[in-house]
């Protein structure tokens, strides 16, 4: 059965930093097109950081570019998202999506491209 289990998530004050992890069962990592998306109230899901399953390529959303990093350990066939600088606005609900589609150029960050997803985590930034 193919699994995505997130943690991590919490209350941090602006500043702060959080690591998301992203526990894969089922299924192997290694390879997969990944991604961390997040959904806020009144605002539509959006694509936060993929890479390609090469690993070459990363997208970062450009307001978190600098702030947060994609990275995968297939060791530990475990997604994670580091996450620092946060602001009021980062406050969302995270998810992490993976899928066997694989490109060494193309790392397309859009909903439809993910066909497994985990349960979700929350983040909210707040004094």
């Known amino acids: 059965q193919v699994q995505l289990v997130e943690s991590g998530g919490g209350l941090v004050q602006p500043g702060g930093s959080l690591r998301l992890s992203c526990a894969a069962s089922?299924?192997?990592?290694?390879?997969?097109?990944i991604g961390w998306f997040r959904h806020a109230p009144g605002k539509a899901r959006e694509g936060v950081a993929c890479?390609?399953?090469?690993?070459?390529?990363?997208y970062s959303l450009e307001s978190v570019k600098g702030r947060f990093t994609i990275s995968r350990d297939n060791a530990k066939n475990t997604m994670y998202l580091q996450m620092s600088s946060l602001k009021p606005e980062d406050t969302a609900v995270y998810y992490c999506?993976?899928?066997?589609?694989?490109?060494?150029?193309?790392?397309?960050?859009?909903?439809?491209?993910?066909?497994?997803w985990g349960q979700g985590t929350q983040v909210t930034v707040s004094s």
């Open positions: 089922g299924f192997t990592l290694d390879y997969y097109h």
């Open positions: 890479v390609t399953g090469s690993g070459e390529i990363t």
């Open positions: 999506a993976a899928d066997p589609w694989w490109s060494a150029h193309d790392p397309r960050c859009y909903s439809a491209d993910f066909g497994s």
